[in-house]
C-alpha cells in the first residue's frame, strides 16, 4: 500500500461552509459527514447550540483527501492568523493552476501572484477567505 499524506483542517464553526467552497473548486463529493449530534451516546452529549458541528468531513482531490472538522467551544478557538503551514496543491497545467488559485482566493489575502517563479514553476501563495493557506503550483518539469 502507499502512503498517503492527507491535510486535515480545524475551523471555528464553518466547516460545512468551506468545504462546500472547497468542493466548487475541486469538484467531487464528500465521501464522509459526520456531525457531532452522530456521536451522541451515553458518555457523550453535544452542546445542542453544536450539535450540527462537524466532527469530520472528507472531500477526495486526486489520490489524496482533504478532511476537516469544526473545533468544539470547550476546546477554545482556533487561530486563524496563524502561519505555520500550507496545503499545497500540484496542479496538471498553468492553466489549471491560474484557474484553482483564482477560485480559492477569490475574497481572500493573496501573498504572492501566481506567476513564473525564479526555479521554472507557476507558483502563488495566499490565504483563502477561511483563514487557511495555500500554495498552487504547476511544474512543467514534473
Known sequence: MDMTINPWINFNGNAEEAFNFYKSVFGGE????????????????????????????VLPIGGNMLVGNDVPEFMGKVSENENRSKIMVAADSKEEAERIFAALSAGGEVE???????????????RDKYGIEWIIEFDPAA
Open 30 to 57: 464528500f465521501t464522509k459527514i459526520i456531525r457531532l449530534k452522530d456521536l451522541a451516546s451515553d458518555h457523550f452529549q453535544p452542546d445542542p447550540n453544536e450539535a450540527e458541528k462537524i466532527m469530520q468531513i
Open 112 to 126: 504572492g501572484a501566481i506567476g513564473d517563479s525564479p526555479w521554472g514553476t507557476s507558483f502563488g501563495m495566499f
